[in-house]
Every structure is written in C-alpha cells, then in structure tokens.
C-alpha cells in the first residue's frame, strides 16, 4: 500500500518554489496553478492556510480529515463525527473551496446546519479561506459574482455556495428538502438539525438527478455530513446514529 499520495508533486520545477511568496514569475505562477488543478494535495499541503489569532495556520492532516477529504475528492458521500476543535469543519470548507477554484463549474454547493447563523458563518469562513490566498490564484471581478451574507461565489464559473435556513416543521422540512437540487450539500452538525429525517429523505431523489448529471459531465458530486456527538433520546441524534449503522466504514488501506 502507498501512503505517499499526499506528498505528490507532478511538476519537478516547483520542488523548491514557496508559492506563498510575494513575488513569483509568471510562468511559475501558471505552473502553479496547473499543479493544483491537477493535484489537489498539493494545494491543500502548500498553499492553503486557516487563519487563526495572530496570523495563519498550516492545513494539518489527521486520519479524521484524511478520510474525509479523500472520500469528498473521490465523489463519496460521508459522515464524520469528531469532538470540537479537530478542524473537520474547516478542512471540509477547504475541499469545497478547491471545488470552486479548480474542480467544478456550474455548481451550487448547499450548506445546512442546526441554526442558520451557523450556515451564515460556514459561508463566511470560505470567504476568509479565499481572502488568504496568492493574489494569483483569486478569480477576476465579475458582475455575476456573489459576496453576501447568505452566499458566495464566482459568475465566471457560475460555481455558488448558499446557506439554508434549517426546517421549522415537518411538513416545511419535507418541502425543503425536495426544493434544493444540488450535487454538492453539506449538513453540519447533523444530528442537533431539527425533523433532520423529513429533509435528508426528501432530499435524496434531487440529490440524486443533480449526482447522475454532474458524474455525466465529470464534476465532483456527494453529501457531506459532519457532527459532534449528540444524544440518542433525541429525534436527530437517534436519525444519525442510524445513518451511521447504515454506512460502510472507512478503513487507511
């Protein structure tokens, strides 16, 4: 078994290039972007950086995160529960980030959580990944663009992540979930999201239609769902411990 995958590098000129750096020739840059367009480790590894008080931070990879990246690059839909502060979320938001720069085109990416605060601050946190970013590697302005509370995105791609608003009921729940077709969802903190069940069923048919056209078409495609752990005598966390009963379980090999 190979476990080198992550230290990839298919273009030997940048063995030795910091791309972080402020000035860079333009052919470097071009092959830069190359590289991660192709390699999506290498941007991960390299050039992705999460702010953090007093400056910025290195991607870390654990076996958590691993997995959930390799499984999110590889069009496989997931659940991953990990106590706080164990940067699930935030490497999550850094795989859809790269989806948006180099993986996709026409894409509405769905972001849901148990408050819609928090979806709110799930859009926002991409937009400071973004912000953080080689000024090279940041898209042209564009009219179409979106840069708001609720959403963000570029026109040039027509590549959109927009926050719901979770279900106040079932029968809302229901209707949400039939309404919002997209290849691209994440539901964080599965298992605190109220009438969870009636959304995640009544999803899986357009989730479904909008998978079988993206794999068509070559763009990326799953759900992702992340979560601290809950409490089995609540409607949500019994619902999730079912999905995870009912899921295969990754393994390193």
């Given amino acids: ?18 791309p972080l750096q402020d000035k860079i020739p333009q052919s470097i840059m071009i092959k830069i972007i190359i590289e991660c367009k192709l390699n999506p480790w290498y941007f991960f590894r ?64 769905l972001f849901f ?6 979806s709110k601050l799930n859009v926002e946190r991409v937009k400071t990944l973004y912000k953080i970013l080689p000024s090279y590697l940041k ?5 179409k663009d979106k840069n708001n509370l609720t959403s963000f995105g570029f026109g ?18 229901a209707k949400k979930g039939r309404g919002e077709t997209s290849n691209l969802m994440y539901l964080d903190e599965f298992s605190f999201i109220s009438f969870i069940r009636d959304l995640y069923t009544s999803a899986a048919p357009a989730f479904s239609r909008a998978s079988e056209n993206a794999k068509k078409t070559g763009m990326p495609y799953s759900k992702v769902i992340s979560t601290t752990p809950s409490y089995l005598d609540s409607p949500s966390g019994e619902f999730c411990y079912q999905v995870i009963k009912g899921s295969y379980k990754f393994d390193i090999k």
Avoid: C
């Fill in 156 to 173: 040039d791609s027509s590549n959109f992540i927009r926050a719901v608003s979770p279900p106040t009921s079932s029968e809302k729940a």
């Fill in 139 to 143: 898209k042209a302005a564009n009219k």
């Fill in 113 to 118: 959580n148990k408050e819609f605060v928090d």
């Fill in 1 to 18: 078994v190979q476990y080198d995958e992550f230290l990839l590098l298919l273009d030997p000129d940048l063995e030795f290039v910091n």
């Fill in 46 to 109: 390299e050039i992705m950086r999460f702010s953090i008080p007093g400056g910025t931070d290195r991607y870390g990879l654990h076996l958590g995160n691993l997995a959930a990246t390799w499984a999110m690059l590889n069009d496989i839909s997931l659940l991953i529960m990990l106590p706080r502060q164990h940067g699930k979320t935030m490497s999550i938001l850094a795989v859809y980030l790269y989806f948006m720069l180099f993986g996709t085109t026409n894409s509405n990416i």
